[in-house]
């Protein structure tokens, strides 16, 4: 994949508010706000250690980190138990 979005806020009424603050119902009014991050075409199944991880896999991850506010302690790198990675 060439790039990935994610949405890290919403537009309602021509202001930005969080994502984590939006509501069932204001859901129906709001444009989502994405960040467009660098993707990565390696094939990451059946890696075990992060470092082994593409170099945009891991910014991806860092920032999913930073912008949840919560450590990441294991990602699947395929639908095999052992294709994990425990940080």
């Known amino acids: 994949m060439d790039e990935?979005?994610?949405?890290?806020?919403?537009?309602l009424k021509g202001k930005s508010i969080?994502?984590?603050?939006?509501?069932?119902?204001?859901?129906?009014?709001?444009?989502p706000i994405y960040k467009t991050l660098k993707g990565w075409p390696?094939?990451?199944?059946?890696?075990?250690?992060?470092s082994k991880l593409p170099k945009n896999c891991q910014n991806y991850l860092k920032f999913i980190e930073n912008f949840l506010e919560l450590p990441?302690?294991?990602?699947?790198?395929?639908?095999?138990?052992?294709?994990?990675?425990?940080?």
Request: proline share 2%.
């Open 72 to 87: 990441i302690k294991i990602i699947s790198t395929g639908s095999e138990r052992n294709e994990t990675i425990r940080i």
């Open 4 to 11: 990935i979005k994610v949405c890290v806020g919403y537009e």
């Open 18 to 31: 969080p994502a984590s603050s939006c509501g069932y119902n204001e859901l129906a009014h709001v444009k």
């Open 42 to 50: 390696e094939d990451i199944v059946g890696i075990t250690k992060y």
